[in-house]
Every structure is written in structure tokens, then in C-alpha cells.
């Protein structure tokens, strides 16, 4: 059941976004290929969070800095990818990409369709490293290495050896994804445009949308005004194509910054001159994890609500439309 609303005065519009929107580029380019490998996050917040889209995009980024077109030594510690992990082992890693909360390395030539399947879950990590590797525990699942890398994968939900055809079943049970190339909107808003489902549900369904999470959620429906209750079916498509671009240009800066912000440079700490957020998820945000706080905008209370299995944030004055 939808939480109770509270009345309030209506909030000030935000402001238009700062940016025009960015086109359908690819979602890595050749600038953000040479990025250093971030260090592995050690945050554990109270909602064990699935990681977002962008992480995953940048993880994509970051195997392929360290091990493209390089033969790996690829081993598995724990023993549950032995057998594959033998097969690959002295091949190169020749692609590395990402569709929402999906990871897949390649190794070998195209041909050969030897895909790494991996989903992080809610308890997977991966932690890169410089040349020599420490000894592995036995918690690693995967381990790459070569003359000037490693990188230990543990506690995923999915890693598995897979074909080209296999690879290729679960791009098509996903919805678009805002950081690949390939995404079309329209896909993403024909399911949209028929649903009695909320509109916060629709966009954590990631056969509508995938790889926003709960953050990205939570912000972008903040950031147009946008009531979380509403049903998808009351979605305009121009709403929709603001938060798609939005989404968009929000997702690519998690990629480039490996964290997410999503305040606009009119709230951030300085301008507002209020202290920076606190929080073990870091980067600066409207509403999420800010339950009981004062709003940037209109300073009426942040308020949350179990919905589709994940904490809602909203700020009932705001998001009104």
C-alpha cells in the first residue's frame, strides 16, 4: 500500500539541468579507458545495496584497462570455476562489457564465444591490484593476473562460462540500459506507458530498465518532480524523455567519478553553504538514505517507505506531479 501523503505548499520548481542532453553515445569512451582502477569499496550500508549500473560499466572499464588484448593467468582459489577456470587459462581477455547489473568478459577470439557471465549480488566484490599477487584466500571465486595486475572476484550471485547464444538470451530478458550505446527508450517506455505499476517499481524492474538501482531511482524522480506513487501508464512520453536523458547524463558521471552525485552545482555543500553528506554511501543526493532530513529545496521532510522490496526516498512537497 502506498504510504500516506502529507499536504503541503508546493515546493519551488528545480531548476532546469545544467547540461542539454547528451546523445546516445557510446558509454565508454577512449577518455575514461585510461581511468586508474578505482579501490575496491569496503561499504556496507544498512540496505545491502545490488551495485547500480555505472559500477558494473566501470568494472567493464576497468578488466579491460588492465588485462585487454594481455594473456591472463586465470585461476580459481575457491574451486567452484576450476573447470572453466582451466579453459581460459593463458588466453587473452579480448572484451570486457556490460548491460545493467551484468558483467561479461571475453576471452579468446570472437569466435570462439567464451563468455564470463558475473552478477555482483548483494554480496559480490571485486578488488584489483598490482603485480605480484598477494597469496589468494579461498573466498576468491576468480582470479586474473599478469606481469602488472590482478584481480580478485568474490561472492558473486552468477559466475559462469558461457556461449555466444547464452551471452546473447540474457541481453534480450534485460531492458535498455542507459549507458549502452545500443539502448532504445522507446523499448524501456512501451512497457511503461501500459502499466498500472508505479513508476518507482517500474524503473527497479530491470527488464524495463537496467542498471538503475535504488540511488539512481530515488534521484531522478526527485530531480523532475516526479511522485514515486504514480503509475507508469500516467507517464508522459516528453517525462520520459527528461528522465531517460537524465538518467543518462547522471550515469555516465557515476562511471567517470565512480560514486554517484546527482545534486545540481546550485545545492551542492558550497553553494548552499551546508555541510557535506555523511554516509558510508557517499556522493552528494537529494533524498536518498536522507529519511527525516530537511529537503535541499524546499526544507519539508524527507520521507521513505518499503516499496518493491527496497527503500523508497521522497520528499512529499516536491514531487508532486
Not at 95 to 103: F, N, R, S
Not at 110 to 139: E, Q, S, Y
Not at 183 to 198: C, G, L, M, Q, W
Request: net charge neutral; with cysteine.
Amino acid at each position: 500500500m502506498p504510504a500516506p501523503r502529507t499536504s503541503a505548499a508546493p515546493a519551488p520548481a528545480l531548476p532546469p539541468a545544467s547540461a542539454p542532453a547528451l546523445p546516445l553515445t557510446p558509454a565508454l569512451p577512449p577518455a575514461l579507458a585510461a581511468a586508474p582502477t578505482p579501490a575496491p569499496s569496503t561499504a556496507h550500508p544498512p540496505e545491502a545495496p545490488v551495485p547500480e549500473g555505472h559500477t558494473i560499466h566501470r568494472l567493464a572499464q576497468d578488466y579491460h584497462a588492465a588485462f585487454g588484448g594481455r594473456t591472463a593467468r586465470v585461476t580459481s582459489p575457491q574451486g567452484k570455476f576450476t573447470d572453466a577456470a582451466a579453459l581460459l587459462d593463458g588466453t587473452a581477455l579480448t572484451a570486457a562489457e556490460a548491460h545493467g547489473k551484468h558483467l561479461f568478459l571475453r576471452f579468446g577470439p570472437a569466435d570462439a564465444g567464451n563468455w564470463v557471465h558475473i552478477h555482483l549480488g548483494l554480496f559480490g566484490k571485486v578488488g584489483f591490484g598490482p603485480a605480484p599477487a598477494p597469496a589468494p584466500t579461498d573466498t576468491v571465486r576468480l582470479r586474473l593476473a599478469n606481469d602488472t595486475s590482478y584481480v580478485d572476484l568474490r561472492g558473486p550471485t552468477t559466475c559462469a562460462l558461457i556461449t555466444e547464444d547464452e551471452k546473447n538470451a540474457v541481453h534480450a530478458r534485460l531492458g535498455p540500459d542507459p549507458l549502452r550505446p545500443d539502448a532504445d527508450p522507446e523499448v524501456a517506455y512501451r512497457r511503461i506507458a501500459r502499466s498500472r505499476t508505479t513508476i518507482a517499481a517500474l524503473l527497479m524492474d530491470q527488464k524495463v530498465v537496467a542498471g538503475v538501482g535504488n540511488v539512481y531511482r530515488a534521484e531522478v524522480l526527485f530531480r523532475h518532480g516526479i511522485d514515486p506513487y504514480r503509475a507508469g501508464r500516467d507517464i508522459g512520453p516528453r517525462e520520459w524523455d527528461a528522465l531517460w536523458t537524465d538518467l543518462v547524463e547522471l550515469m555516465r558521471e557515476g562511471v567517470r567519478n565512480n560514486r554517484i552525485d546527482t545534486v545540481r552545482p546550485e545545492h551542492t555543500p558550497e553553494a548552499m553553504g551546508r555541510p557535506p553528506r555523511v554516509d558510508d554511501h557517499g556522493g552528494e543526493v537529494y533524498v536518498y538514505r536522507r529519511a527525516n532530513l530537511p529537503c535541499h529545496i524546499c526544507g519539508g521532510e524527507i520521507r521513505t517507505a518499503g516499496l518493491a522490496a527496497r527503500n523508497l526516498f521522497w520528499c512529499p512537497a516536491c514531487q508532486q506531479a
